[in-house]
């Protein structure tokens, strides 16, 4: 949550701090003079639906508000501290909220069902800050606090239900004004985002629902109103284009602190049944946010961890898993458990390519780069728990030029069961020597495996460079490439001020796929007909211009592309299953059997945030 103090600050203050920074144009444009201020309703009050107005800035930010009365609908002891209230004399405009929070900064002394007047400055507060691109919350600030009476009716809430939220996420934001929506009259019949807005502040429910998002460490799930909404095969919603936001997608959170009611856990697939009902909040860790004052009750449905099937003789198994900056200093419970899955809903794949594997001692930042010890400790677990005597390769990287946790040394590890494929180790790799492609009895070979794709190239800065590595199974050669792209930090949120929302990020995600992409036709240029694998944590969609580098020329083909779309998720992020995670395959690895093996994204309970996948073929 964020500090106290930054709850004060201004609309007046975030739009001039945005536009000194060129995030804002002046379709934020608000001011702190009194005589800019809306007139107030025929009998001079100013009331809730006046503040909030018919946009989602507040007509009156900036500015003293005083006696605005109302009934106090929640009330946020933790976190960034006070209360909601709303009037119970709605105005006839759709567009115009009737709720709104008061920021009190300390623990708030009203009550649930209080009638109160509040005086005070409105204020608009940018989650994460202007530079977030996310919308902004009215509230009001440095207020003060007169109780009525107390234990009045509580006004009944807004029902979001499937026939309640429009089936358009957001109108596009005004060219004028950077892509913002800020200033934009609200839709609400006509968008999802502008019905959230118009409710914004309001006490709203949702009645029984299905879990498109499982309990996270922060106490918060993700439930959908539109059970058929891009439904995925085993209870999620998936995203499967930028188009697809998904606008049936709520967020619960609670009201009551855990220590007097812990959080319900749930799992993607569970059912919130009964009556989730508070107030509806924006935060900037997923946007609109029913608070719960009551919580339904999660109905189990029993969704199990998949398990894949065994290779068969002649065919080559690889695999890829995100294992989520494991090191020695891990619990050995998970590395057990990241093992068990390996062996067991893996089937013990020939070659596994990870990533995220740390240093020797983690996050300590003394300039440690070898992973030997964490890849000792993983590949014991693994004979443990029943699997092969993995060997395996991998690069040093140089430390603190891959990115990641500081001081962790994130890099992939390839992993080999010896018993059923070989590695062919060509010296002369290293973290800054790039690899390259040779013609060797008329076939393609590496200058050096492992090696380095091309690590001086500027795509790869403050980020993993990939590793390729040469195998052998059954006479055959197989180039396998093990990829962790940039990731997605600093991209707006698709609930973001701007419509459609930047995605920044994805700029060096492009070049890096170029790369990768540049790589294998120069494999497939000496050998048309080489058998090359490119997996790992893509971190972007099959969808995206990522991938569309990554396969441009016809060089390569997503895999996950075979599966039908409600099974094409790795990953799931906001209540959306959606593919990070890939393997790739180049014309010559034909008739594969591909499979995203769901075990940690629809959890509560996970290893990893990753799911793992496999693909099965004969070279």
Do not use: C
Request: cysteine-free; aromatic content about 8%; overall charge negative.
């Amino acid at each position: 949550m964020p500090a106290a103090s930054s709850r004060t600050t201004t609309v007046s203050a975030l739009v001039a701090a945005a536009l000194a920074a060129g995030l804002l144009t002046g379709a934020a444009t608000t001011s702190a003079s009194a005589s800019d201020a809306p007139a107030p309703a025929a009998d001079g009050q100013v009331r809730i639906h006046d503040i909030q107005g018919s946009t989602r800035m507040s007509p009156f930010a900036g500015q003293q508000v005083t006696g605005v009365p109302g009934v106090v609908t929640g009330v946020r002891t933790y976190g960034s501290k006070g209360f909601w209230f709303q009037d119970t004399r709605p105005d006839t405009d759709p567009a115009t909220s009737e709720g709104v929070f008061v920021f009190t900064s300390s623990a708030p002394t009203v009550a649930i069902g209080d009638a109160v007047t509040v005086s005070g400055t409105v204020t608009e507060y940018v989650p994460g800050g202007p530079a977030s691109g996310n919308q902004s919350l009215t509230q009001i600030s440095r207020p003060t606090v007169t109780v009525v009476s107390s234990g009045n009716p509580l006004p009944a809430p807004v029902r979001i239900t499937e026939r309640s939220v429009p089936s358009r996420y957001a109108p596009a934001g005004d060219p004028a004004a950077g892509g913002s929506v800020n200033a934009l009259p609200l839709a609400p019949a006509r968008y999802a985002l502008d019905f959230y807005e118009s409710v914004e502040g309001m006490n709203v429910a949702v009645g029984t629902s299905r879990v498109v998002g499982a309990t996270d460490t922060h106490a918060e799930l993700w439930v959908t109103v539109k059970p058929h909404e891009n439904d995925a095969r085993r209870g999620g919603t998936v995203y499967g284009s930028y188009d697809q936001q998904n606008t049936g997608r709520v967020q619960i959170q609670s009201l009551v602190p855990l220590a007097e009611q812990p959080f319900p856990k749930a799992d993607v697939g569970d059912v919130l049944t009964g009556t989730t009902e508070g107030p509806l909040d924006f935060n900037q860790y997923g946007g609109y946010t029913l608070t719960a004052r009551t919580m339904g009750t999660v109905a189990p449905k029993g969704l199990r961890r998949e398990v894949t099937r065994k290779q068969r003789s002649g065919e080559l198994a690889v695999a890829t898993y995100n294992v989520e900056n494991l090191d020695p200093t891990d619990p050995q419970e998970k590395f057990d458990a990241l093992a068990a899955a390996v062996v067991d809903n893996l089937a013990s794949p020939d070659i596994v390519a990870l990533e995220e594997i740390q240093d020797d001692n983690g996050p300590k930042d003394d300039g440690t780069v070898s992973a030997g010890l964490t890849v000792q400790r993983f590949t014991e677990a693994i004979r443990a728990a029943g699997g092969p005597a993995y060997d395996w390769r991998s690069i040093d990287p140089e430390d603190k030029k891959d990115g990641g946790e500081p001081g962790g040394n994130i890099r992939q590890v390839f992993l080999f069961n010896p018993e059923r494929v070989s590695f062919t180790d060509r010296t002369g790799g290293d973290a800054t020597t790039a690899t390259g492609v040779v013609r060797e009895r008329g076939r393609a070979a590496l200058t050096s495996s492992p090696g380095r794709i091309d690590p001086a190239n500027t795509a790869w800065d403050n980020s993993r460079k990939p590793l390729v590595g040469e195998f052998a199974f059954r006479g055959r050669t197989v180039f396998v490439v093990a990829n962790h792209f940039a990731s997605k930090g600093g991209d707006e949120a698709v609930y973001a001020e701007h419509q459609p929302p930047a995605r920044s990020s994805e700029v060096q995600r492009h070049a890096q796929g170029r790369a990768v992409n540049t790589f294998v036709k120069k494999l497939l240029g000496v050998q048309k007909n080489a058998r090359v694998l490119v997996v790992g944590d893509i971190n972007d969609f099959e969808f995206s211009g990522t991938a569309k580098e990554l396969t441009a020329g016809g060089v390569l083909y997503p895999a996950i592309r075979s599966l039908p779309r409600s099974e094409r998720y790795t990953y799931v992020y906001q209540g959306n299953s959606q593919v990070l995670d890939q393997i790739l395959t180049s014309p010559a690895v034909k008739d594969f059997a591909y499979d995203s093996v769901h075990i940690n994204a629809e959890f509560a309970d996970q290893n990893s945030d990753h799911d793992p996948q496999v693909l099965r073929f004969r070279p």
